[in-house]
């Protein structure tokens, strides 16, 4: 294909030929893998979980360093001030400890009330954890790397959380590395309740990390600033009592709301059974990618 | 090549390195491969590496590869960035064919020009992209896909002056 006008050998004029028929068989053959990968995205899931095997521990090595590097520079900030910081950490330890024996409390009661309602506790099984290394940070989807694969128990559909709430699930996995779908994406739509009051929800991701909040019922806007929202369980996919967002800003008929969990800081990321295992089976074949 | 004359260097001897015509598919690889790096952000705005490389090899020189290895070296791009497989595929095959048939009709070029068809093509890539996530379900509205492109039309001179100083490397100029 260098030239316009190979000239009069018949043989560059053929080569010439054969080079434009390869580049159309490409486009044929390419658009034909991604209408399988629309129609069927299933039938991916081996190459794609190989391909994490690759770009995970890359990412997850090279997160190592930059980790380090920052660590360095927050742990020597850290000695800046250190005697007004160790005062307002001894302050705040004492508040939270005072805390800790209010909630044990609170525990201990709320054991004996379900044991005399004879309710059943859903076990709160963890496969895994792992570390958020990587994101789709060249795509309109947002999407994390994890650094725990099927090796460690992972399979596609299972829900991730932090300490501070709700990631997202599992999209892809590969044996040391998996992809997973955050909450912020406009894909993920996950069945929630305001914490005060407990109206029922829906979040969905708005692509740039923030995510929308529309109430079931049509009606009055619900929602206040500061407002919290958990996941309900409905579905079956995600747990009940993960907390997702804080609302940020209302709009006219929702209101638009931060994660809690941010993958930029989240620390650890904690993988989890479906609630309710049937989920996992149906859900990524009518949500995946 | 006159002023090449007057450098003094003398140009018997230096041909380029044996692995030379492999060096472009290498570089586009390799920026495919920073898909992996552990930046985790809340935006889409960084761009597309693996589709810069590649634009900026193909304008530089109408033949880095074979064309047919458009075809696997994007779905490299789609494995390691997690595109939906096929969208690299097809289109980085339809870029070499667009372009190829540019060059036809084309009597002179420039750098406004290189630019120009640079802007076409980011824009095509990143529309197709917002088109495709719509496709499967993450309908967003156009504008969100305006800062990638223009950040990505900025970086091009950069990904294209890269590329040149890594040609004139592999042919030993």
């Known amino acids: ?289 | 090549m006159v002023r090449a004359a007057l450098t003094g260097r003398t140009r018997i001897g230096r041909e380029p390195a044996p692995y030379a015509p492999y060096v472009p598919a290498v570089t586009v690889i390799a920026a495919s491969f920073l898909a992996a790096l552990p930046i985790v952000t809340n935006t889409g705005w960084y761009p597309d590496f693996g589709y810069l490389a590649l634009i900026s090899w193909r304008l530089l020189r109408a033949d880095p590869w074979p064309p047919w290895w458009a075809a696997p070296l994007g779905l490299i791009n789609d494995l390691f960035t997690g595109y939906p497989i096929g969208f690299s595929v097809a289109l980085w095959s339809a870029t070499m064919l667009v372009l190829d048939l540019i060059d036809r009709r084309t009597m002179w070029r420039d750098y406004w020009t290189e630019w120009a068809l640079a802007v076409v093509l980011l824009s095509i890539d990143q529309s197709l992209q917002w088109r495709l996530a719509a496709t499967m379900g993450a309908e967003l509205p156009y504008w969100s896909m305006v800062p990638p492109i223009v950040i990505s039309i900025c970086v091009f001179p950069v990904s294209a002056w890269v590329v040149s100083r890594v040609d004139a490397w592999r042919l030993r100029r």
């Open chain 1, 1 to 289: 294909m260098a030239t316009a006008r190979p000239g009069w050998s018949r043989r560059a004029q053929y080569g010439l030929f054969f080079s434009f028929l390869a580049v159309i068989a490409g486009i044929v053959v390419g658009l034909l893998l991604l209408v399988l990968s629309l129609v069927a995205p299933k039938s991916f899931n081996e190459v794609r979980g190989a391909a994490l095997n690759v770009t995970g521990p890359t990412a997850g090595a090279l997160h190592e360093v930059t980790a380090t590097v920052s660590g360095l520079f927050t742990g020597a900030g850290n000695y800046w001030d250190a005697a007004s910081q160790n005062a307002e950490l001894k302050r705040e330890r004492v508040a939270m400890l005072r805390r800790m024996v209010e909630a044990r409390a609170i525990l201990q009661e709320n054991r004996q009330l379900k044991a005399t309602l004879q309710l059943r506790e859903h076990e709160e099984g963890t496969i895994a954890t792992g570390r958020i290394v990587g994101s789709s940070f060249n795509s309109p989807r947002r999407f994390a790397i994890l650094s725990a694969g099927t090796g460690d128990g992972i399979r596609i559909g299972m829900p991730v959380r932090s300490p501070d709430g709700l990631v997202g699930r599992i999209i892809d996995a590969g044996a040391v590395a998996s992809r997973v779908l955050l909450v912020s994406d406009r894909a993920n739509i996950v069945p929630a309740r305001l914490l005060r009051g407990g109206i029922p929800v829906i979040a969905q991701g708005r692509g740039d990390g923030t995510i929308d909040v529309r109430p079931l019922e049509v009606g009055r806007n619900p929602f206040k600033r500061g407002d919290i929202i958990i996941t309900s369980g409905t579905g079956g996919l995600y747990p009940p009592l993960v907390p997702i967002a804080r609302i940020v800003k209302l709009d006219d008929d929702g209101a638009v709301a931060v994660p809690l969990a941010d993958p930029a800081n989240t620390s650890f990321a904690i993988v989890q059974l479906p609630f309710e295992p049937a989920a996992a089976t149906d859900l990524p074949a009518t949500e995946a990618p």
